[in-house]
């Protein structure tokens, strides 16, 4: 029965949406693009292709296609001065080194046909075969620690990566001698469907209300016995060797990790949303607040039950020097609900922009490796300086080049009651940003941290 309740309410959808009538626009005037953006915006219909190359100290080196469509529409449209596009299409395919893999499609369809409403759909397949796991508590805050001998520790990742390279001696159930080079990955593969729409408020639209439906179909793998590289002790003679028990699998035996069965994933979406920045690619001024909330129980069709909050603001300020200065900050917080919520559900924070990997990556905490910090609560800070060195226009197109350095902060506990600005983890560094036609930033990342330094290249900003 609740099955054919939600097929009711996506066929119900697009009846819904033709019944809306075209609304003034002065629920969008505070999101008026600045004249110097609104003269370089493109009209018409026109593609963005470009080979999807991207590189992740995680995923590795990646290549593939990322295509999207935009319909501008045109300058004597009353919605071309306010929006980044009347719709835009997207199809992006790209594999990965580490013989990651991925899908994606999307449909974004922000003040359907002049209305307050917005729509977005989004499929996803993919099978990652590098994901981290470290830890779900805040003692993955200490220094890292070898999965089979968690009393040695390291304070830098290529020690620690050496390390659990070295053969030792099998434990129980493990091949006489084993490595633990792969003792913290996991490969997890997955299958996501995704409906939201989101409504403007008020006289100026400043606010929006949000609710949507995600489906995930997911299953993970670790690597106990698989053969992979490793090193003799004492000579460093590169061998192979059969990968010990991974961290992953001893938490989930000891009751510590949940959900390394995977299983479907039911998911209800609500946000509430402010929104003044004004052009969403690459904001030059105004902020956005969003509280929101994902909610997963057996009543909707789920195998797991949890309720995740997650509270950011961002704020974009341009300064009275150079072609394009712009100040951006992001602040945020987050909390997992419920005693058996699934170790998978630690790993990232659901957003209506975009959901940010939690504490780690090229979206939190750039240099520390993807998901190195996760616990039950968290919060995290972003500070950039996005200046405009010069710009070019080839035949159609127009190119903005830029320089962005950064500082991220961020830190995590088991309970939301004991966030503080004790134990904060730190990192820093510079990057290189190119604007394709305004709507495609393309982004270079270098971030550094005492325990590591990595390089991040791929689409978008990191807020």
Do not use: C
Not at 128 to 151: I, K, V
Not at 203 to 230: C, N, P, W
Not at 353 to 381: H, M, T
């Amino acid at each position: 029965m609740k099955n054919l309740f939600i097929i009711f309410l996506m066929l119900a959808f697009p009846v819904l949406v033709m019944a809306q009538t075209t609304d003034s626009l002065s629920f969008i005037k505070s999101k008026r693009m600045s004249d110097a953006d609104l003269e370089k915006k493109r009209e018409g219909t026109f593609v963005t292709g470009l080979p999807d190359l991207s590189s992740d100290p995680v995923t590795g080196f990646g290549i593939g296609l990322r295509t999207n469509v935009f319909f501008n529409g045109r300058k004597d449209n009353p919605l071309f001065p306010y929006t980044a596009y009347l719709m835009k299409l997207k199809a992006n395919a790209a594999y990965y080194t580490s013989n990651a893999k991925e899908l994606v499609l999307g449909l974004d369809v922000p003040y359907y046909k002049g209305t307050r409403w917005r729509f977005r759909v989004d499929l996803k397949l993919q099978q990652n075969p590098a994901n981290l796991y470290f830890g779900l508590t805040e003692q993955t805050l200490g220094d890292l620690r070898l999965p089979s001998n968690p009393g040695v520790t390291f304070g830098k990742y290529q020690d620690f990566d050496n390390a659990r390279k070295t053969l030792r001696p099998g434990g129980p159930g493990e091949a006489a001698q084993v490595t633990d080079a792969l003792s913290n990955r996991f490969r997890e593969t997955e299958f996501m469907l995704n409906l939201k729409a989101d409504y403007a408020l008020g006289k100026k639209g400043k606010f929006r209300v949000m609710g949507g439906y995600e489906i995930q179909h997911l299953s993970y793998k670790t690597f106990e016995q698989f053969e992979t590289d490793a090193i003799q002790p004492g000579s460093g003679e590169a061998v192979k060797a059969p990968n010990g028990f991974s961290l992953l699998q001893r938490d989930f035996d000891q009751g510590r990790a949940s959900g390394l069965n995977g299983g479907w994933v039911s998911l209800i979406q609500t946000a509430l949303i402010y929104d003044i920045r004004d052009f969403e690619p690459d904001p030059t001024r105004g902020a956005y607040v969003e509280l929101a909330n994902e909610f997963s129980d057996q009543i909707i069709g789920s195998q797991f039950s949890f309720d995740k909050v997650f509270i950011q603001g961002r704020y974009y300020q341009k300064l009275p020097f150079g072609k394009r200065t712009i100040l951006a900050g992001r602040a945020a917080v987050g909390n997992i609900f419920g005693n058996n919520a699934p170790f998978f559900e630690f790993q990232d924070q659901w957003s209506p922009d975009g959901s940010i990997n939690s504490l780690g990556g090229k979206q939190s905490l750039r240099g520390y490796r993807a998901n190195r910090f996760l616990a039950r609560s968290l919060w995290f800070a972003n500070l950039e300086l996005r200046v405009r060195l010069a710009e070019a226009r080839f035949g159609k197109q127009r190119f903005g080049f830029g320089v962005a350095p950064f500082f991220d902060a961020g830190t995590v506990r088991d309970r939301w009651q004991d966030l503080s600005f004790k134990n904060i983890k730190t990192s820093y560094g510079a990057g290189a940003r190119i604007a394709w036609n305004q709507s495609t930033i393309i982004s270079f990342d270098y971030g550094l941290s005492k325990e590591d330094k990595l390089f991040f290249f791929g689409i978008g900003q990191a807020f």
